[in-house]
C-alpha cells in the first residue's frame, strides 16, 4: 500500500505530465499557426512577383496576342521552366496555358482600356473585352494547380541551391 507522501507524489506528477502535454499541444498549435502565416506572406510576395511582372509586360505590349504569348514567357521563364518561348513546354503544360492565358488577357485589357462610345458600348476592333478580374483569376488558377497537382504553384519559387563553399585567395 503506498505511503500518503507516494500518492502525493505521484498526484504531483500526474498533474505535470498533464501541464507538460498542454504545452505541447499549445506549441504544436502555434507553431502551425507561424508556418501558415509565413506560407501566407510567401506566397503573397510571390503572387506580386508574377502578376506585376506580367503586368509590366502587357503594359508594353498595345498587341493583344503579342503581349499575351511575351506575358506567359516572362512568367515561365521566372519561374525557370522555359528559357526562351513558350514552345519549350510540353504538352503536359496545355492546361496550365489555358488557365494562364485568361490572366494575361485581363492583365492586358488593364494597361490598355478599349474606348468606349457616348451610349458606353465598346468600340473593339473584333476583340470581345475582358471582364477578368487579374488577381481572383490567378488565386483560381492556384486552387486548380493544387487540386490538380496537390501543391501550390508558388511552390516552384522554391528551387534548391546547393551550398557553394567559400574560397579565400
Same mark, same amino acid.
Given at each position: 500500500?503506498?505511503? !500518503?507522501? =507516494?500518492?502525493?507524489?505521484?498526484?504531483?506528477?500526474?498533474?505535470?505530465?498533464?501541464? =507538460?502535454?498542454?504545452?505541447?499541444?499549445?506549441? +504544436?498549435?502555434?507553431?502551425?499557426?507561424?508556418?501558415?502565416? =509565413?506560407?501566407?506572406?510567401?506566397?503573397?510576395?510571390?503572387?506580386?512577383? +508574377?502578376?506585376?511582372?506580367?503586368?509590366?509586360?502587357?503594359?508594353?505590349?498595345?498587341?493583344?496576342?503579342?503581349?499575351?504569348?511575351?506575358?506567359?514567357? +516572362?512568367? /515561365?521563364?521566372?519561374?525557370?521552366?522555359?528559357?526562351?518561348?513558350?514552345?519549350?513546354?510540353?504538352?503536359?503544360?496545355?492546361?496550365?496555358?489555358?488557365?494562364?492565358?485568361?490572366? +494575361?488577357?485581363?492583365?492586358? %485589357?488593364? !494597361?490598355?482600356?478599349?474606348?468606349?462610345?457616348?451610349?458606353?458600348? %465598346?468600340?473593339?476592333?473584333?476583340?470581345?473585352?475582358?471582364?477578368?478580374?487579374?488577381? %481572383?483569376? /490567378?488565386?483560381?488558377?492556384?486552387?486548380?494547380?493544387?487540386?490538380?497537382?496537390?501543391?501550390? /504553384?508558388?511552390?516552384?519559387?522554391?528551387?534548391?541551391?546547393?551550398?557553394?563553399?567559400?574560397? =579565400?585567395?
Amino acid at each position: 500500500m503506498p505511503t !500518503a507522501a =507516494e500518492t502525493l507524489i505521484a498526484r504531483l506528477q500526474a498533474d505535470c505530465t498533464i501541464a =507538460e502535454a498542454a504545452e505541447r499541444s499549445v506549441r +504544436a498549435s502555434v507553431d502551425a499557426q507561424i508556418q501558415a502565416a =509565413e506560407r501566407a506572406r510567401a506566397f503573397a510576395w510571390r503572387r506580386l512577383s +508574377a502578376l506585376s511582372d506580367m503586368a509590366r509586360v502587357a503594359a508594353l505590349e498595345p498587341d493583344r496576342e503579342l503581349a499575351v504569348e511575351r506575358q506567359l514567357e +516572362a512568367l /515561365f521563364r521566372e519561374i525557370g521552366w522555359i528559357e526562351g518561348s513558350l514552345a519549350e513546354l510540353g504538352e503536359g503544360a496545355r492546361p496550365l496555358l489555358d488557365w494562364l492565358r485568361p490572366i +494575361a488577357e485581363a492583365l492586358h %485589357a488593364e !494597361a490598355h482600356p478599349i474606348p468606349v462610345d457616348a451610349q458606353g458600348d %465598346a468600340k473593339a476592333d473584333g476583340e470581345p473585352p475582358v471582364l477578368a478580374d487579374p488577381i %481572383a483569376a /490567378f488565386r483560381a488558377f492556384e486552387a486548380w494547380y493544387e487540386a490538380e497537382r496537390g501543391t501550390a /504553384f508558388l511552390q516552384v519559387y522554391e528551387r534548391y541551391v546547393p551550398p557553394t563553399p567559400v574560397v =579565400e585567395f
